[in-house]
């Protein structure tokens, strides 16, 4: 598997060989592209540059809106998702109490904003 030599996987131990997870993967390889390419952006940062820049961002608004003015990466706060942008439309303090879907929703906005904007 390609993963094995690549540098983000140096120094990594795993118990299993390259083989078992051939033999135990499936045939179909799905592959979930903004998260891939987002993950391997960030990675590159992270070993590229001094610093990543970077702002939260609770709407596709806010986050295009960063985007443009420069910013190296977005994240979304958990705090924020609490503070005022659940599902349950409540206010919770920090704690993860809030609907365990609000924060996919409120990526997906997200996602859907950049696609849209490509």
């Given at each position: 598997?390609?993963y094995?030599?690549?540098p983000?996987?140096?120094?990594?131990?795993?118990?299993y060989?390259?083989?078992?997870?051939?033999r135990?993967?499936?045939?179909?390889n799905i592959e979930?592209?903004?998260?891939?390419?987002?993950a391997?952006?960030?990675?590159n940062q992270?070993?590229?540059k001094k610093y990543?820049?970077?702002?939260?961002a609770?709407?596709?608004?806010q986050a295009?809106?960063?985007a443009k003015a420069?910013l190296?990466?977005i994240y979304?706060?958990g705090?924020?998702v609490?503070g005022?942008a659940?599902?349950?439309?409540?206010?919770?303090?920090?704690?993860?109490?809030?609907a365990?879907?609000?924060?996919?929703?409120?990526?997906?906005?997200?996602n859907?904003t950049f696609?849209?904007?490509?």
């Amino acid at each position: 598997m390609a993963y094995s030599k690549e540098p983000r996987w140096m120094n990594v131990e795993r118990p299993y060989s390259v083989a078992d997870v051939k033999r135990l993967s499936g045939s179909v390889n799905i592959e979930y592209t903004l998260a891939k390419k987002g993950a391997e952006k960030l990675w590159n940062q992270l070993h590229h540059k001094k610093y990543v820049s970077a702002l939260g961002a609770l709407t596709g608004n806010q986050a295009m809106q960063q985007a443009k003015a420069g910013l190296d990466s977005i994240y979304l706060s958990g705090w924020q998702v609490a503070g005022d942008a659940n599902d349950s439309l409540q206010m919770y303090p920090d704690q993860s109490l809030y609907a365990v879907g609000s924060v996919p929703t409120i990526v997906k906005r997200i996602n859907n904003t950049f696609q849209r904007a490509d």
